[in-house]
């Protein structure tokens, strides 16, 4: 147990559907990210906040929408995806953008 | 359920030199993927290097090579002629070898490189 929790831990959505990931930690970290992890791929950054401010988008398409509202939670907003965009996306966390990071336990996605 | 262990928090070379990183791990899986990922200040995960259990030929990638050791359970990381570049945090990564499984992380190593 790393401290950081996603929920939740399976999802399967349409590519009509809506739906949100949820990232937690009460770490007191201030920096907090996304990766996507494909079948076939090693891991990949999307996005960086740092003290709720987006730092950095890795040229992600805009179905992905990040949201962050306080320094403990980070939201993954999902929209009309594609089936290419199943994967294992995992959040983490650090001290500042410096530290080192925690990673959570994924959650694994499935667009049907 | 697996584990990954690095019991080195952060470590030191000087440049030119070589130095090698730990990892150990668990599990009861027969077939899986072990990796190692560098994490530079940019907070991108860089793959380094990727073994394959069933494979007994450690891996290598230029100055980046393992020591797999199956029955100890140890897969540890080789870094030859050290550059100032490869200062970065080193995360030792497990993988099932079943489709679509997630990856296991250690805790990380700091590795610093020094002119």
């Known amino acids: 147990e790393t401290g950081v929790t996603q929920t939740p831990r399976h999802l399967v959505m349409g590519m009509t559907n809506k739906k949100s990931l949820k990232c937690e930690q009460h770490?007191?970290?201030?920096?907090m990210y996304w990766y996507k992890q494909s079948a076939k791929k090693p891991l990949e950054l999307m996005f960086v906040y740092s003290l709720e401010e987006r730092v950095e988008n890795n040229s992600v398409p805009s179905r992905f929408s990040p949201e962050c509202p306080n320094s403990s939670h980070l939201f993954l907003h999902l929209h009309t995806l594609q089936p290419e965009d199943s994967a294992l996306y995992l959040c983490a966390s650090s001290q500042d953008t410096a530290s080192k990071a925690f990673f959570g336990q994924g959650t694994r996605l499935t667009v049907v | 359920a697996q584990t990954v262990t690095q019991s080195q928090p952060e470590m030191s070379v000087q440049e030119a030199e070589t130095v090698t990183l730990s990892c150990t791990y668990d599990?009861?899986?027969?077939?899986?993927?072990l990796f190692w990922y560098k994490q530079p200040p940019s907070r991108q995960m860089i793959l380094v290097i990727r073994q394959e259990a069933y494979k007994q030929q450690n891996a290598t990638e230029n100055r980046f090579s393992v020591n797999f050791q199956k029955a100890a359970k140890s897969f540890s990381l080789k870094i030859s002629d050290s550059q100032l570049g490869d200062t970065a945090m080193y995360f030792c990564a497990f993988m099932k070898g079943t489709s679509g499984s997630r990856l296991t992380f250690g805790e990380g190593t700091q590795l610093t490189v020094n002119p």
């Open positions: 599990t009861s899986e027969s077939n899986y993927y």
């Open positions: 770490l007191g970290h201030n920096a």
